[in-house]
């Protein structure tokens, strides 16, 4: 079947660091314009930051520029979420999601795979 699996997340300090992939099975992310998500409890979900077919990028929330860098290795199916200098505004419930093409999109509802979701919590 044609999934993708979150991994990486945990509890982290403010200040801190995680690694997050997106591992996909089934099919090849070569051709897919992959978009992290987050879902803070009682908020709704928002795009983060995509990563497109071609190799260009784009940050959907301000507060991430300069310190969360997306990045795709295609010899391992893989697109992964660097996040540097968390704060505890970060603390979510972070999906991987993928549409066919090359264009990014910000909203859910253009997504056609999605992963489980991997928790990140930054507290003190």
């Known amino acids: 079947q044609m999934q993708l699996v979150e991994s990486g997340g945990g509890l982290v300090q403010p200040g801190g660091s995680l690694r997050l992939s997106c591992a996909a099975f089934g099919f090849t992310l070569d051709y897919y314009a992959i978009t992290w998500f987050r879902q803070a409890p009682g908020e709704e979900r928002e795009g983060v930051s995509c990563?497109?077919?071609?190799?260009?990028?784009?940050n959907y929330v301000d507060s991430v520029t300069g310190r969360f860098t997306i990045s795709r290795d295609n010899t391992k199916n893989t697109v992964y979420l660097q996040m540097n200098n968390l704060k505890p505004e970060d603390t979510a419930t972070y999906y991987c999601?993928?549409?066919?093409?090359?264009?990014?999109?910000?909203?859910?509802?253009?997504?056609?795979?999605w992963g489980q979701g991997t928790q990140v919590t930054v507290s003190a």
């Open positions: 990563h497109s077919s071609r190799g260009g990028s784009t």
């Open positions: 999601a993928a549409v066919p093409g090359y264009d990014c999109y910000g909203s859910p509802e253009a997504y056609d795979y």
